[in-house]
C-alpha cells in the first residue's frame, strides 16, 4: 500500500479545491501524505440518474479505480449528490481492495442555516479519514464520536470527532 493519498476532483473542481487542507488532515490521520490533482475529470454522463437527480457511487468508485496509476490510496472528491442504489444518499463510498473511494460534500454542505464554514470544513475532514479508514482496513466503529463510526445523517456527522477511538487506533497497528 503506497504512503500518499491521491485526491482526484470529479466534475467541478473549484469547490473541491476549498477543502485541500481538511484532506491533507485526512491523510494525516493515518500517517499518509496527500496530494490533489489539479485537474477535473469529468463525470461520466452513464453514472447521473435521472430519476434520482444524483450519481450512481459505484459507478464513480469504479472510474476512480480505472484512474489508478500506482499503489498509492486514491479518493475522488466531488461536489455532486451520489447514492448507491439501496439508500437515499452516501457521503461517502470506499472499495479497499482496489484503494479507491468516492467522497461527496454535497450533502456536507449543505444546511443553509449555518454560517461556520470551520463546521462545514470540519465535516470534509471526518468524512474524508472516514473513507480513507475503511481504505486502511477499519470497520465502522460503535462508538459514536469515533470518526469511524457510521453516519446517517449531519448529526450524526457532527458528533464525531476527528480522530479514532482506542480501538480503532489499535486496529490499525
Known sequence: ?????VYLPLGSSWRTQLYVDE?????????????M??????LSADSFDSSRGQFNALILLDYVGRLKRDDNLYMGVTAVDIFVPEMNFIFGIA??????????????????YESSSSILKERVLKEAAHELGHLRGLRHCHN???????????????E???SLCQECRSRLS
Open 1 to 5: 500500500m503506497g504512503k500518499e493519498v
Open 23 to 35: 484532506l491533507a488532515k485526512a491523510a494525516l490521520v493515518y500517517g499518509l501524505k496527500a496530494r
Open 37 to 42: 490533482i489539479n485537474i477535473s475529470f469529468p
Open 95 to 112: 472499495d479497499r481492495d482496489r484503494g479507491c473511494a468516492v467522497l461527496s460534500v454535497a450533502r456536507l454542505i449543505y444546511a443553509q
Open 144 to 158: 459514536r464520536h469515533c470518526l469511524m463510526s457510521y453516519s446517517n445523517n449531519l448529526a450524526e456527522v457532527d
Open 160 to 162: 464525531k470527532k476527528p
